[in-house]
């Protein structure tokens, strides 16, 4: 604590350096007035006029020359000093000051040094500016806390003849604690950023992964979906015409054999083989059971087999009858003739 109130006892006390200037030249009548320089003339200790560069003549013993204002650009160093920050950050900052004497009779009796008073104007208006800004602020505004250090400069030193053209900040200095936590963050933002262009890099390629599968499935599914039409078209369809072909040939030849003669006992020999076939299947595929109440009388279930059949080939024969003529058929065997001989040969 005594250190740090040395330090700012040291930069109030401090005075920024001056500009080397020349003694004042002493009246003889003729006088030569370098460019960029302005000579304030007092008669009689009033002021009398300002010299303008080139040749000038002045009487001797009652004009005397007061002041010699620079008109170039004048660059001062603003020393270091300490300011705190809206967060209560203690910051170490310098900068330079660019002026330039605008008014030389302002600037020689407005103020009795004008660059000693601006440079601590600068100091001022500085610390001011910085009690405003939070510190991550100060690093980013940098350029609008000179723009602002400036404007404050130029209204208080307009009244003494000098404008303050701009003003640049040169080193800030942080203390070592806040310059280690603000490394840190930017160690953590820095990782922060890599996990979030990891993640977006992850995100993008599963998204490309996932595009690229369902395309492929698209694909193979109209590839299968050809490839199913392409069989229906062909082998499928053709294995129809095939099986219609051979069932249409069946049906002929069994119309052909039903024709001839005993065609009426094969087809009830044929029923009542199905009859049979079908009851050694019962109970097999399932327990329920829908049995007629004649069950056991095969003959009966026969012959009402048979009256179905005579009864939906009857418009048919009919017809045929009319138009073929009459042949000579001989009479059909009963039907139990028919089963007991299955059954002899059979056993």
């Known amino acids: 604590l005594q250190r740090s109130q040395q330090l700012k006892h040291s930069v109030c006390v401090a005075q920024p350096p001056r500009r080397l200037t020349s003694g004042l030249p002493v009246n003889i009548g003729v006088l030569f007035v370098p460019q960029q320089e302005a000579w304030v003339v007092e008669r009689m200790g009033k002021f009398h006029r300002i010299l303008e560069p080139g040749l000038n003549f002045l009487i001797p013993l009652l004009d005397r020359i007061r002041y010699v204002q620079s008109l170039k650009e004048i660059v001062i160093n603003v020393p270091e000093q300490s300011a705190v920050t809206l967060d209560n950050v203690t910051l170490q900052i310098d900068g330079v000051l660019y002026l330039r004497v605008m008014d030389p009779y302002k600037a020689s009796y407005g103020v009795e040094d004008p660059e000693y008073a601006v440079t601590q104007l600068a100091q001022t208006t500085m610390r001011s500016e910085l009690g405003k800004l939070s510190l991550d602020r100060v690093f980013r505004e940098r350029e609008s806390l000179n723009a602002s250090i400036v404007d404050a400069i130029n209204q208080a030193s307009d009244c003494w003849g000098i404008r303050c053209l701009r003003y640049e900040i040169k080193d800030i200095h942080v203390p070592p ?15 922060k950023r890599a996990t979030v262009l990891e993640s977006e890099g992850t995100r993008e390629s599963a998204i490309n992964v996932a595009e690229g599968q369902k395309q492929a499935q698209i694909l193979a599914s109209e590839a299968e979906k050809a ?14 015409l095939v099986k219609a072909r051979a069932k249409a040939e069946a049906i002929q030849l069994l119309a052909a054999a039903l024709a001839q003669q005993h065609g009426s006992a094969a087809a009830s020999l044929s029923v009542a083989e199905q009859y049979v076939s ?46 073929m003529p009459p042949a000579h058929e001989d009479p059909q065997l009963p039907i139990t003739e028919v089963l007991k001989a299955e059954q002899a040969s059979s056993s």
Do not use: C, H
């Open 278 to 323: 079908a009851f050694s299947k019962l109970a097999k595929e399932s327990n329920t059971l829908l049995l007629p109440a004649n069950t056991g009388d095969i003959t009966n279930m026969v012959a009402q087999a048979l009256g179905i059949y005579t009864t939906l080939t009857k418009p048919q024969a009919t017809k045929t009858e009319d138009e």
């Open 177 to 191: 604690r806040v310059k280690e936590s603000m490394q840190m963050q930017v160690e953590a933002e820095r990782r």
């Open 227 to 240: 490839e199913q039409i392409n069989k229906a078209a062909g082998r499928e369809a053709n294995a129809m």
